[in-house]
Structures are given as C-alpha cells and as structure tokens.
C-alpha cells in the first residue's frame, strides 16, 4: 500500500503523563552526544552510521535533521522528562510510505523499559493518525531488537514482512509493521 503524502507542518510540542515532547534544537547536541554512541543503542539500526561515532557526530545529524524538518520532510521530537527539559531520547516521523519507513526512535539506556517509548509512540501516533490524518505507519525493526518489537506489538501493529536487513551489527532479518489508523482509534475507544 502506497500514498503520496504532503510536507509536514512544523513540528508540533506534544505532552504525554510523564514527558514534553518538543521540537529538536541544535542545542540538544550535546545531549544527543553523551547517550547515543553507545553500541548496545545503536546495533540494531540501519547499517551506515559512522562508528566509531565522532564527537562532532550529533552536531552534524542534528544539522541535517534541522534541515529535513524545514523542508516538511520529517518531525523529530526531544524526550523530556516533564520538569526538566533536557534531552533523553529521540523520535521522528517521516511521510515515507514508500520505502515503509516512517517512524525512528532511541532512548538514552538507563531510561529503558519504563514504558517511556511506548508513551512517546502513542502521542506521535496520534499526531500522524489524528492531526495529519494519515491512513497508516510503517514502521520496522530487527527481528533480533525485542524491545522495539514490544512497542509495535502493544500499539497494535501488524507484521507484515521480514526480510534480511543491513543493520550496524550485520545482516539480520527486518520485521516490518503496519499500524492502521482505524486500528489505533478503536483500541482507543475512538470514533
Ligand atoms: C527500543 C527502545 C526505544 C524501547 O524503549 P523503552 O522505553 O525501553 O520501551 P518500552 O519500555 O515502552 O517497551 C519495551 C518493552 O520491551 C520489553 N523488554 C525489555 N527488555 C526486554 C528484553 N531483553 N527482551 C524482550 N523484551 C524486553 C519491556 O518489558 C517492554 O515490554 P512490556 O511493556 O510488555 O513489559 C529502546 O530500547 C532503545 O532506545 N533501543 C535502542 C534503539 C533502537 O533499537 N531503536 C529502535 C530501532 S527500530
């Protein structure tokens, strides 16, 4: 299934119970730096990323990101704790139905398995589903990546395909999900 969607509008602040979702900022740089190069974060995403990571590494990413959001070609948000607004974590969504590829997602590791992903993907679902009014996300993940796993499957995603994947640890095989608009509303309860 295909679609060709409009440029995103600027990325919107989203509040959950525990968390400020804002727009990045180059100022989260530094934070970005001081949690991502961490190889247990990062072995389970696309192959590509320069690694050993450089220490001028989430500056240029944050660049380019920045520069994506301006063009309506991604919304990526910081992970904040509410109360303290620096950085923890970061997700985007992407109009790229075609390549099946519309949400990315890392959180610092001493923050994992508190449900904090889960909640931020329910707010981003949300904001794709009901505010921009598209009609699914593909999302996908390395079979191997069982955390990233559980959040598809506690939002109610489908599996659809698994194929082999270039990921920064190797070849593996890649779940990839469907999550249906009309799908998250009913198990939301709405209309
Ligand atoms: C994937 C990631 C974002 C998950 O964030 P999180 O906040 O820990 O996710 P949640 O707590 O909402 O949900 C994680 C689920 O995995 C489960 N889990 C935790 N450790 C696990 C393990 N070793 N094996 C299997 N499941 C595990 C948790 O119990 C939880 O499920 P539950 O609510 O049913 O108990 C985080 O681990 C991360 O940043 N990983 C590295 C980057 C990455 O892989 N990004 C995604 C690329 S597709």
């Given at each position: 299934?295909?679609?060709?969607?409009?440029?995103?509008?600027?990325?919107?602040?989203l509040?959950?119970?525990?968390m400020?979702?804002?727009?990045?900022?180059?100022?989260?740089?530094?934070?970005?730096?001081?949690?991502?190069?961490?190889?247990?974060?990062?072995?389970?995403?696309?192959?590509?990323?320069p690694?050993?990571?450089p220490?001028?590494?989430?500056?240029?990413?944050?660049?380019?990101?920045?520069?994506?959001?301006d063009?309506?070609?991604?919304?990526?948000w910081?992970?904040?704790?509410?109360?303290?607004?620096t950085?923890?974590?970061?997700?985007?969504?992407?109009?790229?139905?075609?390549?099946?590829?519309?949400?990315?997602?890392?959180?610092?590791?001493?923050?994992?398995?508190q449900?904090?992903?889960?909640?931020?993907?329910?707010?981003?679902t949300?904001?794709?589903?009901?505010?921009l009014?598209?009609?699914?996300?593909?999302v996908?993940?390395?079979?191997?990546?069982?955390?990233?796993?559980?959040?598809?499957?506690?939002?109610?995603?489908?599996l659809?395909d698994?194929?082999?994947?270039?990921f920064?640890?190797?070849?593996?095989?890649?779940?990839?999900?469907?999550?249906?608009?009309?799908?998250?509303?009913a198990?939301?309860?709405?209309?």
């Open positions: 299934m295909t679609i060709e969607l409009p440029p995103l509008p600027e990325t919107p602040v509040e959950t119970e525990r400020i979702l804002r727009p990045m900022r180059l100022t989260d740089a530094p934070a970005v730096q001081r949690w991502f190069p961490d190889w247990e974060l990062v072995k389970h995403l696309h192959a590509g990323l690694w050993p990571y220490a001028d590494g989430a500056e240029t990413n944050m660049r380019e990101c920045l520069e994506r959001m063009r309506g070609e991604m919304a990526c910081a992970m904040t704790l509410k109360g303290d607004d950085l923890i974590g970061r997700i985007d969504i992407k109009p790229n139905a075609e390549e099946r590829d519309m949400r990315g997602f890392w959180l610092a590791r001493p923050r994992w398995g449900g904090l992903m889960t909640e931020a993907a329910e707010a981003v949300g904001y794709a589903f009901e505010v009014g598209w009609p699914f996300l593909y996908n993940n390395a079979a191997d990546n069982q955390r990233s796993h559980r959040v598809k499957e506690k939002q109610g995603a489908e659809i698994l194929k082999p994947h270039a920064m640890c190797g070849e593996l095989m890649r779940e990839t999900w469907i999550l249906r608009r009309e799908t998250w509303l198990r939301r309860g709405r209309p």
